[in-house]
């Protein structure tokens, strides 16, 4: 039964479960209200009646009132100015128990006390004079009835004023609460595919802070949707240009003779085509693997003994150019190591190092220098190549950009620089390229944290 009215009360509106709340919470605060109420006014209407029965005693001791005693009717409905009035000779009483079922034994001094009697529970007050005593009586319940009138008297402006006062909260809940009203009729209309700015006037200012994240929300995957959009695009622009060089080549091949310089010369352009399409995908696959490294456990990394790994895959190519290749590692350097993946690690050494190859000419100088510097490892790979100029070096690191000056000589697809500043955005680390001091080309400067140097 709980459980459903929980149910039935969690599926209001939040207006209707406040409302509900608030006549909850004024029942439990009358029943409250109602106690304290009859305390209050049992104890204040007993000081005035016991104030009463003093004055009454007083009057009869005074006036000396002649012996007399009072007469109970069962059937009569007394109220609170009905008294048991006795006075009576201190030689009819007992001294130990009642005398004649509701009169108390004789006493030495005036007193209240609560008495069970054949006439009910009686208040009482005795007072002893001279050979005479008086007692005034009266029903408890006499008592009790007028504390719970009295109780309920106070109570009734309450209880003409709380509906009226829930009712008005009620009105003020669902005014105020108005604008959740409208952010559901917008999000309702809304279609999925719409991500612009939810504007919704006077929101209550606890819902303002989510509302602003939500958008800040929104706008941070309209701008990932936008960019996947063109990424999909550049990607697809890219591929469709040595897909269609490749088919070029096909059709001329199938019509020249394979013995002729031609032939040899659409043959090597084929290959070049079919060397660009597989670079491109390859890079393109790199990325997709980059999302997976985000997952994967981090692990102290030796840096050399990776830059060592990439060195060795991309001797082959060096060696091809006739390169003169050169490592300088600071004296001061005892096994670097930082937390990562060996994949993360391997992948930014082996695209600065090809960049550096691709884009150095034949018989050309590379040098690499790993140093600490401020508790980090820098690791600096200089080339002899042209460089980047100063303008275009934030270009370059943006996904399918390449130099124009460079795109007819070298097979490349725009995406290494963004796979390294990608991977270097998981293990907080930098790229900066600079002009190469030590070398006429370009520096890229790798910096990464060391967490411990043995």
Known sequence: MLKKLRARYYGYSLSKRMSVTICIFSLVLLFLIGISAYRIALEESQEVIHRQMQEMANFLEVHNQSFRTSVFNPKYRYNETDVFIDVVEKSELKHTGLSHGYLLPIAQKAYFTNQMTSRGDLKMYVRPVGDKQIQISQLMRVRVALAKELAINMLLPYLFFVPLGVFGLYRLIKKHLRPLADLKQVFSH?????????????????????????????????????????????????????????????????????????????????????????????????????????????????????????????????????????????????IPQIWATYATIESIFVNILDNAIKYTPNDGQILVKVMLVDADVVVEIHDSGSGIPTHQRQAVRDKFVRLVETQQHVVGSGLGLSIVDTALALIQGELTLLDSKELSGLCAQLRFKVISSL
């Open 190 to 334: 809304r279609h999925h595919s719409d991500l612009s700015e939810i504007k919704i006037a006077k929101l209550p200012t606890e819902i303002i802070p989510a509302i602003n994240e939500l958008n800040y929300l929104f706008e941070r995957i309209a701008h990932a949707k936008n960019q996947q959009q063109l990424f999909v695009a550049n990607a697809a622009h890219e591929l469709r240009t040595p897909l269609t060089a490749i088919q070029l080549h096909v059709e001329l091949l199938q019509r020249t003779e394979r013995s002729s310089a031609v032939y040899q010369e659409n043959l090597a352009d084929l290959q070049l085509s079919t060397q660009r399409m597989a670079r491109l995908v390859e890079q393109l696959m790199k990325l997709a693997h980059q999302d997976d490294m985000n997952v994967e456990q981090f692990l102290p990394i030796d840096v050399l003994d990776v830059l060592r790994q990439a060195i060795g895959q991309l001797q082959v190519a060096m060696l091809a150019k006739n390169m003169h290749f050169q490592v300088d590692i600071s004296p001061n350097m005892n």
